[in-house]
């Protein structure tokens, strides 16, 4: 009996020793092929927001905002997978976990960071006014009581709240900035208040809708980072370093042509 007990405790002592061997081996294996495989890395954006994001004639998402990706990823290791889902969906997706990363242009506020987290800023802008060319409106103050489209929940539509108060009935949210501005085009508003860059790429690409730009000092300055889910220290930690190294060998200012410290 007593027999019985020792050589069962000493074939129970070699199975654990053998165990233990088992998942040093396998954490090995891991560990060694770690080098060669990518973390992947699942973004959100917006597509209509040339030249950050947009849509290609091969369905492919194409922008600065993807060159930047790509270059934080070279130095990385990273994979990215880049998701056109909607504005509002990236701020959605990214709080319930169906997204790594938002990358779309966003601006780094205060309110935002209440429920996100962001990298350093990649870029810098403001917001700019766009009118039908033959517009006698030259300033902010002047369209504090004229219709106004913006995209929802933008820089653009808090600029406009700001202007004509929280609750103004003249302000009208939409979708995108593009789908905004064609509200100007259309007479349905005055004017739209939109990112400058991705302002001035619209005019360029639709040279006959006869639409002009109007800058303003009471706009402050913007400043565009990845955004991440509250707490999400690690991804940051690892998109961070990739934004510090693209701006020291000049990648980042190459993509952007601007330099951002
Ligand atoms: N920078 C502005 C913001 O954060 C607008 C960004 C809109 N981006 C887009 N891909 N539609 O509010």
């Known amino acids: 009996m007593w027999r019985k007990k020792g050589l069962f405790l000493f074939l129970a002592a070699i199975v654990l020793v053998l165990a233990a061997c088992g998942t040093k081996d396998s954490e090995e294996e891991t560990t060694s ?12 954006t917006e597509a209509t927001f040339a030249p950050f994001e947009s849509m290609n004639d091969k369905g492919e998402i194409v922008g600065i905002d993807v060159d930047i990706l790509n270059a934080i990823a070279t130095e990385m290791n990273l994979e990215i997978d880049m998701r056109n889902v909607g504005w509002e969906p990236v701020f959605q997706q990214l709080k319930n976990g169906e997204l790594d990363l938002g990358a779309s242009g966003i601006t780094i506020t205060e309110e935002r960071k209440e429920t996100y987290d962001f990298t350093v800023p990649y870029y810098e802008a403001t917001q700019l006014i766009v009118v039908k060319e033959d517009s006698a409106i030259a300033s902010l103050e002047e369209l504090a009581d004229k219709k106004l489209a913006v995209q929802i929940n933008t820089t653009g539509h808090i600029a406009a709240r700001k202007l004509q108060g929280e609750t103004s009935s003249d302000i009208r949210a939409f979708e995108n900035l593009p789908t905004a501005i064609q509200e100007v085009i259309n007479g349905g508003a005055e004017a739209a208040i939109g990112d ?38 690690e991804l940051l930690d690892l998109i961070n ?6 701006k020291e060998n000049g990648k980042l200012a190459e993509i952007t042509g601007q330099t951002i410290q």
């Open 33 to 44: 092929t770690e080098g060669d495989a990518k973390q992947k890395i699942i973004v959100g």
């Open 196 to 233: 400058n860059a991705v302002v001035l790429e619209y005019l360029k690409n639709n040279p006959d809708a006869k639409l002009k730009t109007i800058e303003s000092d009471d706009f402050e300055k913007e400043y565009y980072g990845f955004m991440v889910k509250k707490g999400n220290q």
């Open 241 to 246: 370093e990739g934004i510090e190294k693209i």
